[in-house]
């Protein structure tokens, strides 16, 4: 069996070492850097003592995480806190079933995710030692995978994981996006690895000191601006407890991009100007023997926006149950679609296919099954990566706000196509991973929908924007592990 004492990489070698010197840590490293394999390595390493608790996204701490485990042969009893052995949710009554084992069991290696860190939290016993009560924490060792899941200081989960960082011993942070929106993001994260030595240990401060007010609502602020002198200070100030470790020693394939535009027919086009300059369109119901019309209106311009994007791809949402209250407006893109997917499919080739609206999640399938091209949406399941990356599923329909992030999807196929972009550039950023990996054997193309003349052709620019910022973080925190590279190589 392989184990994880396989040879690693030299940037692997590199993030390794980190971990080992550094009990509290960041891995800041580009989606598909192998962050768990290397985690697993140094952990194999280190042997904690203890429980380990490891907090990832629902569908990496249902997959990605055991997968690993068993392709490294890392020697760990395993129990997942969200599913059983038959992958079916924990009900309340399990869960704390299995937290009345913590204090008995073996060292164990438990999964949850990060919905559930304050209920383990406040599930925990209490001891008092005078005037002060302590929780009891069984897990000296703390893996947050995807880190940038604790970026809000005033979430529940900060607040929960803050309460019992004194009793956490090492803290290994794993992300390849810190920084989605700004480098606000990162305050929580350092926090929890060094209480507030390195940023403060007020949010509020260190806003406060390095941002200044950008936008104001109604006299409140709602946006904010970093400071031009700051960016490098804050940079110099987590260096020693971040790792970013540059790609270019990475053997991953080549990536390219393309746009392919969407031409609405042209009564849809003027009823999408019609909508956007009046902010109202009258619509026919869909109920053939109800002739009445129904009216959706966009009360302002965030509501516009939204709806905006919905009508680019097809739909509008028209009550306020978004699972299934919709029309459909245009078929402009699933027509495109199947364009792009049919000759993939027609030679043996599969394709995912992200989407952004539960209405696309049902009207895609439905679309292209209809047409003889199989299709399924992506739920997560162990079962279902297995099959994919066995390139059983043509078609597989991924929702990035669920499932973007962590999972090893790259051995199903080369083909990713954004049905709808996303606001998000960290859906972006990881949906892409998914794909474009270590693993890969092939060039990856990435291709997204652009509806023209709509608001859809803004999508691509945003994102941009975004990511200047996120590069900028992670070019900045690299360790300068050039000449360690070197050694490690020739050794």
């Known amino acids: 069996m392989t184990t994880v004492s396989s040879p690693l990489m030299p940037h692997q070698q590199a993030m390794k070492n980190f971990i080992l010197t550094h009990p509290f840590c960041g891995i800041w490293l580009r989606v598909g850097g192998a962050k768990t394999r290397v985690t697993l390595a140094a952990l194999s390493e280190i042997r904690p003592s203890g429980h380990i608790l490891v907090i990832a996204p629902l569908a990496i701490a249902r997959s990605s995480w055991l997968d690993e485990i068993d392709k490294w042969g890392f020697d760990i009893r395993v129990r997942s ?80 994981l803050k309460k019992v960082r004194p009793s956490i011993i090492r803290m290994i942070q794993l992300t390849g996006t810190p920084a989605p929106q700004s480098l606000l993001d990162i305050w929580s994260q350092i926090y929890l690895l060094d209480e507030g030595f390195t940023l403060g240990e007020s949010f ?58 969407v031409d609405l027919p042209e009564n849809a086009q003027s009823a999408y100007r019609e909508f956007r300059r009046k902010q109202v369109l009258e619509l026919a119901t869909p109920d053939p023997n109800n002739p009445d019309t129904m009216i959706i209106t966009a009360d302002n311009a965030a509501i516009l926006r939204g709806k905006l994007l919905q009508f680019a791809s097809g739909t509008l949402y028209t009550g306020e149950n978004h699972d299934n209250d919709f ?49 399924e949406v992506f739920n997560g399941s162990r079962e279902m990566v297995a099959r994919w990356n066995n390139r059983e599923i043509p078609v597989m329909l991924l929702q990035p706000a669920s499932f973007a992030r962590g999972l090893n999807l790259q051995q199903g196929s080369t083909e990713l196509i954004w049905y709808t972009l996303p606001d998000s550039l960290e859906q972006w950023i990881q949906t892409i991973g998914r794909l474009h990996r270590l693993g890969q054997t092939g060039p990856v193309r990435v291709r997204s929908m652009i509806t023209r003349s709509t608001i859809d052709a803004r999508q691509p620019n945003l994102l941009k924007r975004k990511r200047i910022t996120q590069d900028t973080l992670l070019e900045a925190v690299q360790m300068e592990i050039r000449q360690d ?7």
């Open 81 to 160: 806190l969200i599913v059983d052995e038959n992958d079916k949710k924990l009900t309340k009554q399990q869960r704390l079933e299995i937290y009345n084992e913590f204090f008995t069991a073996p060292p164990t290696m438990y999964f949850i995710n990060k919905d559930l860190v304050d209920d383990l939290v406040n599930a925990m016993p209490t001891k008092r030692y005078g005037n002060q009560k302590s929780i009891m924490w069984p897990f000296r060792t703390v893996i947050i995978d995807e880190s940038q899941e604790f970026k809000n200081p005033s979430a529940v989960r900060f607040k929960a």
């Open 485 to 491: 590279l070197q050694l490690l190589i020739a050794a």
């Open 204 to 261: 509020t401060k260190f806003r406060e000191t390095y941002f200044f007010p950008d936008k104001f609502v109604n006299g409140r602020v709602v946006s904010w601006r970093i400071q031009p002198w700051a960016e490098q200070i804050i940079h110099r100030r987590i260096k020693h407890l971040v790792l970013s470790a540059e790609n270019v020693n990475i053997p991953i394939p080549m990536i390219s991009y393309e746009n392919v535009e």
């Open 327 to 375: 029309t459909v407006l245009h078929t402009a893109k699933l027509a495109e679609l199947e364009k792009l997917v049919a000759p993939l499919v027609s030679v043996g080739e599969t394709a995912m296919v992200a989407f952004r609206y539960r209405a696309d999640q049902t009207l895609i399938p439905r679309y292209l099954n209809d047409r003889g091209i199989k299709t």
